[in-house]
């Protein structure tokens, strides 16, 4: 069931998991917007970061952050060490990774593969905020 209208607007009886704060990391910005923008019409609040010192610096200030959306081959830092990084300082943080590449590593997270459904990451963080 979705928590958003016909117009896009969240209804007020959607459980509060849909108005958890996210945040999406990812050094492409065309890709963190357009994520972002799907994310806030169903309800979620996403704060955005172009890489994984951002990310951690944006961390430490947002003490509500649920989630954490990364791509994994960024310039600064991989998402990978970016996630082991962050729930590290932040116990319970729930991440999804993201790449449009092979991932030749075994990934212990939830992992989508870009080019992703909309509907497939709005499954995923509806199922890591529940977990």
Not at 7 to 12: F, I, L, R
Not at 17 to 26: G, N, R, S, T
Not at 99 to 128: H, N, T, W
């Amino acid at each position: 069931m979705s928590c958003v209208t016909d117009n896009k607007t969240a209804t007020p009886d959607c459980g509060q998991a849909d108005y958890a704060k996210l945040m999406i990391v990812d050094d492409d910005p065309e890709v963190r917007m357009v994520v972002a923008e799907f994310l806030e019409d169903f309800g979620y609040q996403v704060i955005q970061a172009s890489g994984g010192a951002e990310a951690l610096d944006l961390l430490g200030r947002t003490p509500d952050l649920r989630m954490m959306i990364t791509d994994i081959r960024m310039p600064d830092m991989s998402g990978i060490d970016l996630a082991d990084i962050a729930t590290q300082r932040r116990r319970g943080l729930k991440v999804i990774l993201i790449s449009g590449y092979f991932v030749s590593q075994q990934v212990k997270r939830r992992f989508l593969r870009k080019p992703f459904r909309m509907r497939d990451l709005e499954a995923a963080v509806r199922a890591e905020l529940g977990a």
